[in-house]
Nanobody, 125 residues
Framework: QVQLEESGGGSVQAGRSLLLSCKAS????????MAWFRQAPGKEREWIAH????????YYDPSVEGRFALSLDNNKNTMTLQMDSLKPEDTAMYYC??????????????????WGQGTLVNVSD
């Protein structure tokens, strides 16, 4: 079973940047998608972005579009999330996720096949 491991979380002031990484334990094959979800304190987990491994196309929730950017390095089995212009409302636990054999269910956590353990992002005023 593929293992996912996130890194890169931390505490920053509003307006600053962070880079999150998600490393898979094995090669990320085609016809899959990799995603980031987050869960803020007292709220449900929500999808924020995903990338389709076949095409490299990335999709974003409006709350992060234009500020966050996904990339995928299949040689390193790694997906990254560059987070710029961070806001206090971005404070959450961020989870890496993988959905196999699908390019259309990537934003639905009910279809996620593998989760990382999460990395905490805290943005202060």
């Amino acid at each position: 079973q593929v293992q996912l491991e996130e890194s890169g979380g931390g505490s920053v002031q509003a307006g600053r940047s962070l880079l999150l990484s998600c490393k898979a334990s094995q090669y990320i094959y085609s016809r899959n998608c990799m995603a980031w979800f987050r869960q803020a304190p007292g709220k449900e987990r929500e999808w924020i972005a995903h990338i389709v491994t076949d095409t490299g196309n990335a999709y974003y929730d409006p709350s992060v579009e234009g500020r966050f950017a996904l990339s995928l390095d299949n040689n390193k089995n790694t997906m990254t999330l560059q987070m710029d212009s961070l806001k206090p409302e971005d404070t959450a636990m961020y989870y890496c996720a993988a959905t196999w054999n699908s390019q259309i269910r990537c934003a639905n956590e009910n279809f996620v096949d593998a989760w990382g353990q999460g990395t905490l992002v805290n943005v202060s005023d």
